[in-house]
């Protein structure tokens, strides 16, 4: 190294709430920007920021180099001891790496609008992520995924999109929308679409069903992502003859290491809810590392704000043995060489400029984040102005139910020998049968002694007024009701409890409140979360939004539920694409 660079990061400065704009940039290929990078990279000329004096992590080779990253017109221009005038940023003692890249998740369940999720993510060092938007499709189609679409284009991150390939799941849910291969065609004609959203309707696959059919050959030549739990043997190969190529649903080393032995690209998940982390870590050694990827699939914007992103996963993958830069390469390069995402993922000549600079390699501590040469987040908070784009208007009534009584949510005892059993850390439920139902007065009740509680799903988008009963366990409320409008994937009304009158006190709240969060005892609610954006998303700040997700667990926890995250694993009971029990607005459902 040369002499001792200053630093000239400037907005350090001054007062905090006078943040520059955001503006992103288009890097489309411009001669005048290329002959400003050659003149940078053969230092003939200066850079427009150069960060100076960390170590690079080379996620090509796994080496730590200390040199200078020059960035010019938004890309890198070098890497090496360029020194030349302009813009210096002092990295001494820090690592200079690529932003990190999330290659599966559901930006809807941040329960936060897209500039709310940029605010939560970007300070955690992420630069981009690729968005199945299968959960605003299923309230409000195509029209839906456009407004996220539009808001998303303005951000200080890249946001991918797949076309949603299953909506409705299966025929066992009742959705506000649809959306079939016209509009997975129409989807696929933009710029930011990238492929096929999770195939979770595997019986659909595996027995040449007509309909799907007709995406998978819209998405010829794109990724197709897969979706495929607990789905092994003679099932995942038949499974894979719509040749899908990835997997985020392994719950089991031995599941994973079946599919990645089958040729899917194996995105360890590491959500609120569905926690897969420990177990499948040891899949990511010597030769198989280069075919596993880290993802969040579900993180509410509480788990964003308080635990991380990405740079979380990273974190916890080091504790569990991976080498620091290997678990950098896995969350960045891997997921972003799958998804074909041209020049993101390395610190190399050519690549955008969207990167991290941490404090601490073990730790992954991020202190900046840099998208397309400027810094937009830096110890914890970002360094922009966020660009305003509010949902639309039309997508904030959607929320249709007719007044329910007691006789609404009655459970036949005929039909309450089975329960829905949730477990800690996984959405993958099992099936418990040959129940003897605590009936009063001719209906099958909740019976706290055996934690058997009562679970409905009321439909709530066409005002049906239908209700599908059963009975779940391992909730462990000891009275009232928590109830949520999130309910993968149809998003209809999800309510648990211990007695019929909160049920549907809980369920007068969310209809009220047009999409929320509740927990209600004694006929009172305790705790709310407003989710009045598609029923499924808040148009408040961020904060605002995570102090309301605290408050509701502690009020699920006060009620008796040992969960960690009763309001994660409540969105999921719904799912009739996921083993191996579970209760919709049509009734229970079993594999």
Known sequence: MSERPTNGYASGSGNPELLPSFERKSLAFNSQDWRRRIVAARSTGPADV????????????????????????????????????????????KYIAPSFVDPHIHLESSLVWLPEFARAVVPHGTGAV???????????????????????????????????????????ESPGARFGHKEVEAMLSWPETLGLGELMNVMGAGSGDSAMGMKLAAAEGRRREGHAPSVRGATLQTYLAAR???????????????????????????????????????????????????????????TLLQTGHIDSIVRAAIRGGIDPAQAIRMATWNAADYWRLD??????????????????????????????????????????????????????????????????????????TSAVVVEVGQIVTQHERRLEPLVVDGAAVADLDRDLLKLVCVER??????????????????????ASSIAHDAHN???????DDDMLAAIEAIVAMQGGLVAVDGGEVKASLPLPIGGIMSDRPLQEVSGAIQRL???????????????????????????????????????
């Open 50 to 93: 150069t960060l100076a004096g960390g170590q690079v992590v080379n996620v090509f080779t796994g080496e730590l180099d200390e040199a200078n990253v020059a960035i010019t017109a938004g890309r890198i221009s070098g890497v090496g001891s360029y020194n030349r005038p302009g813009e210096y940023i002092d990295c001494r003692g």
């Open 130 to 172: 690729v968005t199945d938007p299968h959960e605003i499709a299923n309230v409000a189609g195509l029209p839906g995924v456009e407004a996220m679409r539009e808001a998303a284009a303005i951000l200080p991150l890249h946001v991918g999109f797949t076309a949603p390939s299953c909506v409705p799941a299966s025929a066992m």
């Open 244 to 302: 899908v190529h990835s997997d985020h649903e392994s719950t089991s080393l031995e599941e994973a290491y079946e599919k990645l032995r089958n040729g899917l690209m194996i995105m360890i998940r590491e959500g609120t809810s569905e926690r897969n982390l420990d177990e499948l870590l040891p899949l990511a050694t010597g030769y198989t590392q280069s075919r596993c990827t880290f993802c969040s699939d579900d993180r509410d914007c509480h």
């Open 343 to 416: 020049g993101i993922g390395a610190v190399a000549p050519g690549f955008e400029a969207n990167l991290v600079v941490l404090d601490s390699l073990e730790e992954v501590t991020v202190h900046m984040t840099l998208f397309q040469g400027q810094v937009v987040a830096r110890d914890g908070k970002m360094a922009v102005d966020l660009p305003d784009s509010p949902a639309p208007d039309w997508l904030t009534s959607s929320v249709h139910v007719p007044s329910l009584d007691r006789e609404s949510l009655r459970l036949d005892p005929k039909a309450a």
């Open 461 to 482: 988008h066409k005002g049906t007024g239908r209700v599908g009963a059963g009975y779940v366990r391992g909730f462990g409320l000891r009275r009232g009701a928590i």
């Open 493 to 499: 009304i999800v309510v648990v409890g211990a007695n």
């Open 553 to 591: 667990e502690g009020a699920a926890h006060h009620l008796g539920s040992p969960l960690s995250s009763p309001f994660g694993i409540l969105a999921f009971v719904a799912l009739s694409v996921i083993p191996y029990a579970r209760v919709t607005d049509k009734g229970f459902v079993s594999f």
